[in-house]
């Protein structure tokens, strides 16, 4: 069985400081792994993806999530956290070769002036 | 660069009537998908769609959805009869084959059904 759990429902941090959004997953097979972004009133927006190449995974706007197998993880990161980043997370995965993508409950973030 | 179009952007019907929700999905894609995110909650997976017929459904879509590929381009979603819980904001997606190829989103149709 496939299933993706986002540890945080809300994570606040300050403009400039670090941001760690964590997801764990749970697949039988080889996952594909993908973080999109939705703003408020707007569609969902790819920001980066893991396929089974390089374990650290650089997308748009400077976020990188580092997929992890021994830990299940695939937490998205960012250095320096932008008033523009605030938005809702959705960490996703789709098995190899599956048909379906399962989504996370989603993080809130919220950044601080 | 191509993008998923959706309409219309907002819905509004009454309890119990039919509503058609349309999705222009890339042009090259294989497989077709809608979602739904009801207020406040997570993206929920309504339905797949290759080669002209269902590949998965949910257990949300049930016998009140329908959806079709009526000519090549359109994908659309049919809800028959709605009840005030089908209120949601729906989204379209789609991808090309094989692994690793994301799913590109919609603007999604927000559906309020009084």
């Known amino acids: 069985a496939q299933s993706v759990t986002q540890l945080d429902s809300h994570v606040s941090v300050s403009e400039g400081t670090p941001v760690l959004l964590r997801c764990n997953y749970s697949s039988s097979y080889s996952p594909s792994l993908f973080w999109y972004v939705q703003h408020p009133n707007k569609g969902l927006q790819l920001l980066l993806k893991y396929t089974s190449a390089a374990t650290l995974v650089k997308g748009i706007n400077g976020f990188e999530a580092e997929f992890k197998k021994s830990e299940t993880s695939f937490h998205l990161t960012k250095p320096s956290a932008h008033m523009s980043d605030a938005a809702e997370y959705f960490c996703v995965v789709n098995t190899f070769y599956g048909n379906q993508f399962y989504f996370g409950t989603g993080t809130s973030l919220t950044v601080i002036p | 660069e191509p993008e998923v179009t959706q309409t219309p952007s907002h819905q509004v019907t009454q309890m119990g009537q039919e509503v058609i929700l349309r999705c222009v999905p890339i042009s090259n894609h294989l497989y077709f998908y809608w979602y739904r995110q009801i207020l406040g909650q997570k993206v929920e997976f309504l339905v797949s769609f290759y080669n002209n017929e269902i590949s998965e459904k949910s257990e949300i879509f049930d016998d009140q959805f329908s959806v079709e590929r009526p000519d090549g381009s359109n994908f659309t979603l049919k809800i028959r009869s709605t009840k005030l819980e089908d209120s949601a904001m729906y989204f379209c997606?789609?991808?090309?084959?094989?692994?690793?190829?994301?799913?590109?989103f919609g603007p999604g149709t927000r559906l309020t059904v009084l």
């Open positions: 997606a789609s991808r090309g084959s094989g692994q690793g190829y994301e799913q590109f």
